[in-house]
């Protein structure tokens, strides 16, 4: 079942064609244009499974809002897309939970199927979290 997908792109027609992307095929995105909006406006978060952010964007890096956001306590997965292939992001990327990168443009098919997945695995890993363990006896 799809649910609410946070995207933060600083490029209005790029964030537009996600957010429409995603409505087509039963997600409700959220549509931010920078990190420190999202910061303002922490409400939005309350129902985010997943976030699609842009890497490169003017003031806050897609990165850097991720960082922020987990010391909140966000636990859902991220999908980063870039118009740069930068390597050195990898580890970092890896460290704060991205599930995938993408390099602009992105193939539709590809990131619908990329969300697809990050969403079963939050789910599975919020079932396992709040489901008692049955060795503990």
Known sequence: MPGRILIVDDDAAARECYGRL???????????????????????????????????????????????????????????????????????????GVRRVFNKPVQSAALLEAVAEAFTRTRRKAEEVSSPSEALT
């Open 22 to 96: 995603f409505r087509r095929n039963g997600y409700e995105p959220c549509l931010a244009a920078s990190g420190a909006w999202v910061e303002a406006n922490p409400e939005m978060l309350s129902e985010v499974e997943v976030v699609l952010l842009d890497l490169r964007m003017p003031g806050m890096s897609g990165l850097e809002l991720l960082s922020r956001l987990r010391r909140r306590g966000f636990a859902g997965l991220a999908i980063l897309v870039t118009a740069h292939a930068e390597a050195e992001i990898s580890h970092e990327a890896k460290r704060l």
